[in-house]
C-alpha cells in the first residue's frame, strides 16, 4: 500500500478499536444510573450489588477506553496536520468543547462516584453518576457534531485558504447531526443491553446461586436492547437515506454493502430480540436460549464498527465534504515506513488494550457479583448516620 491508504488504514484501526469502548460507555452508564437510583429508593441489597457489579464493569471499560483516545489523539498530530491546517479553527471548537466540557467533568464526577461510597450522602451520590452520564452523552455529542461536520461542513466558509467558523449554531444544527446522534446513543443502548444478557446468560447457564441478580439483570438487559435496537435502526435508515439520494457519489458500491450487512445485523438482533420480550421475565427457565444470548453478545460490537466504516468510506476521497480530500488532509513528508511503523503500534497498544479490557471483564462476570471491588473499601468504615443508606 502507498502512504496514503496505510494512513486511512491506521485511522481506520484506531477509530474502530476505540469506539468499541466508547459505545460500550454509552450503552452502560444510564443502567449503572438506574440501578444505583433504584437502590436509594428501595434500599434493597439486589439493587446494591447489581449497582457495584455493573458499575465495576462500566468503571474497568471507561479507564482502559481513555487510553485508547489518547492514541486516537497522537495518530491524528501524526497523520492528518492538513486536516489542522485548512480546518482547524471548525473542527477543533467541538473537540475541545469535548475534552474541556464534557470529559473533564465527567472524569470529576466519576471520581466522585468511585471514592463517594460510604461517603457522600445518598442523593449527592447518586446524582454522581447521574452527571456522569449526562456529561458521556455531551461527549458524544461533540464528538458526533465534529464528525458531522466532515460530512457536511456546516456554518463556515472558506476565507484565505482555510475554513473560518461562521455560525457556531449552525454547527450543532447540522442536518448530518440530527440521525446521527440519536443513532449513536441508540447503538450504545444496544451494546450495553446486550452485555448485561450475555453475561447474565453465562451465569444462568452455570446455574448460578446469585438467581434473582441476573434474572433482573436480563430482563433489564433485554428492554434495553430492544429500544436501542429500535432506535439505532430507525436512525440507521433515516441516516443512510443519503445514499440512495447520491450523496456518496461514486461511493455508493463501497458503502452500501458496509451498510447492508450493518442492517442485517440490526434486524437479527431484532427479531430475535422482540421475539423473547414477552418473556424476558422467564428466560432464566429456557436454559436452550442462553447459548443464543451469549453468541449476539458481539453483534452490536460488530455493526457498529461496520455503521462507521460505510458512514466514512462513503465519504471518499474527501476529508470534508467538497472542500477538503484525504490526500490534501494527509500530514506533508511522511514516507510509508513511518506511516508502517506508526500503525504496527498503535494497532499492538490497542489491541493489547481491548484484550485486557475483555479479560478483566470476562473476570468480573465469572467471579459474580459476590465480594465486588467497587466500594468495598468504604464499605468496611463506619459511617455517620447523616451518611447512612
Known amino acids: 500500500m502507498d502512504v496514503l491508504d496505510l494512513a486511512r488504514t491506521q485511522f481506520a484501526v484506531t477509530g474502530s478499536l476505540h469506539f468499541l469502548f466508547v459505545v460500550l460507555t454509552l450503552g452502560l452508564a444510564p443502567l449503572v444510573a438506574i440501578m444505583h437510583t433504584r437502590w436509594a429508593i428501595s434500599g434493597r441489597p439486589v439493587h446494591e450489588g447489581m449497582t457495584r457489579f455493573w458499575g465495576q464493569i462500566y468503571v474497568v471499560n471507561y479507564a482502559l477506553g481513555i487510553v485508547t483516545g489518547l492514541v486516537m489523539e497522537f495518530q491524528f498530530g501524526l497523520a492528518w496536520s492538513g486536516l489542522a491546517h485548512y480546518a482547524g479553527d471548525v473542527f477543533g471548537a467541538p473537540l475541545a468543547m469535548e475534552t474541556l466540557v464534557a470529559f473533564f467533568l465527567e472524569s470529576t464526577f466519576l471520581g466522585l462516584w468511585i471514592f463517594g461510597w460510604g461517603r457522600l450522602p445518598t442523593w449527592a451520590h447518586v446524582a454522581c453518576i447521574w452527571l456522569v452520564t449526562l456529561t458521556a452523552y455531551a461527549s458524544a455529542f461533540f464528538i458526533m457534531v465534529a464528525n458531522s461536520f466532515l460530512q457536511n461542513p456546516a456554518g463556515s466558509v472558506v476565507s484565505g485558504g482555510r475554513m473560518m467558523?461562521?455560525?457556531?449554531?449552525?454547527?450543532?444544527?447540522?442536518?448530518a447531526l440530527i440521525f446521527a446522534f440519536p443513532h449513536v446513543l441508540g447503538a450504545g443502548l444496544f451494546t450495553g443491553g446486550m452485555v448485561l444478557v450475555g453475561a447474565s446468560a453465562y451465569q444462568l447457564r452455570r446455574r448460578t446461586k446469585e438467581?434473582?441478580?441476573?434474572?433482573?439483570?436480563?430482563?433489564?438487559?433485554?428492554?434495553?436492547?430492544?429500544?436501542?435496537?429500535?432506535?439505532?435502526?430507525?436512525?440507521?435508515?433515516?441516516?443512510?437515506?443519503?445514499?440512495?439520494?447520491?450523496?456518496?457519489?461514486?461511493?455508493?458500491?463501497?458503502?452500501?454493502?458496509?451498510?447492508?450487512?450493518?442492517?442485517?445485523?440490526?434486524?437479527?438482533?431484532?427479531?430475535?430480540?422482540?421475539?423473547?420480550?414477552?418473556?424476558?421475565?422467564?428466560?432464566?427457565?429456557?436454559?436452550?436460549?442462553?447459548?443464543?444470548?451469549?453468541?449476539?453478545?458481539?453483534?452490536?460490537?460488530?455493526?457498529?464498527?461496520?455503521?462507521?466504516?460505510?458512514?466514512?468510506?462513503?465519504?471518499?476521497p474527501w476529508m470534508i465534504w467538497e472542500r477538503l480530500t484525504v490526500a490534501d488532509a494527509m500530514s506533508p513528508g511522511l514516507t510509508t515506513g513511518m506511516v508502517t511503523a506508526s500503525l504496527v503500534a498503535f494497532t499492538a497498544v490497542l489491541g493489547l488494550l481491548a484484550v485486557v479490557d475483555y479479560v478483566l471483564i470476562a473476570r468480573i462476570v465469572r467471579r459474580?457479583?459476590?465480594?465486588?471491588?467497587?466500594?468495598?473499601?468504604?464499605?468496611?468504615?463506619p459511617r455517620s448516620p447523616a451518611l447512612s443508606y
Open 211 to 316: 438467581l434473582e441478580f441476573f434474572t433482573r439483570s436480563m430482563r433489564m438487559g433485554v428492554y434495553t436492547a430492544a429500544i436501542g435496537i429500535l432506535v439505532t435502526l430507525g436512525f440507521g435508515y433515516a441516516q443512510f437515506g443519503g445514499v440512495a439520494e447520491g450523496k456518496f457519489d461514486g461511493n455508493v458500491g463501497a458503502a452500501l454493502p458496509l451498510a447492508l450487512m450493518m442492517e442485517a445485523g440490526h434486524l437479527l438482533a431484532l427479531v430475535v430480540l422482540l421475539g423473547m420480550l414477552p418473556m424476558a421475565g422467564v428466560l432464566h427457565k429456557w436454559r436452550w436460549t442462553h447459548p443464543i444470548l451469549m453468541l449476539m453478545t458481539p453483534l452490536p460490537f460488530i455493526v457498529s464498527i461496520l455503521g462507521w466504516a460505510a458512514r466514512e468510506v462513503g465519504r471518499q
Open 165 to 175: 467558523l461562521t455560525d457556531f449554531g449552525a454547527l450543532l444544527t447540522n442536518k
Open 368 to 381: 459474580g457479583p459476590r465480594e465486588p471491588a467497587l466500594g468495598a473499601a468504604a464499605a468496611d468504615e
